[in-house]
């Protein structure tokens, strides 16, 4: 079964720190970009960042820019994201998903996801 499990979500004071984690299970991480994504209650859903395939290129969106580091482990089949600096505006639903490159942040054509984390920053 294909299939991408998030962890490391929760409860964080602004200003703190949470590493999530993507580990995929039945097929190989190394031939996708992986691309965390993000959802607030009743905002549309916005491409963080993504590490790519090839050469492990990064992309980041301006809003997380310079707080987040997107990193892969190809020998355990795991992609992190270092949040840093938390905001409560960073409150959201994290994903992360196997794709193309070329469609990040937009993010239609990525084939796995997983279920998500919860990433609450608040005081």
């Known amino acids: 079964q294909l299939q991408l499990v998030e962890s490391g979500g929760g409860l964080v004071q602004p200003g703190g720190s949470l590493r999530l984690s993507c580990a995929a299970s039945g097929f190989t991480l190394d031939y996708y970009a992986i691309g965390w994504f993000r959802q607030a209650p009743g905002k549309e859903r916005e491409g963080v960042s993504c590490i790519s395939s090839s050469d492990g290129s990064t992309y980041y969106a301006d809003s997380v820019k310079g707080r987040f580091t997107i990193s892969r482990d190809n020998a355990k089949n795991t992609v992190y994201l270092q949040m840093n600096s938390l905001k409560p505006e960073d409150t959201a639903v994290y994903y992360c998903?196997?794709?193309?490159?070329?469609?990040?942040?937009?993010?239609?054509?990525?084939?796995?996801w997983g279920q998500g984390t919860q990433v609450t920053v608040s005081s």
């Open positions: 998903a196997a794709g193309p490159w070329s469609d990040f942040p937009n993010g239609d054509e990525y084939d796995y």
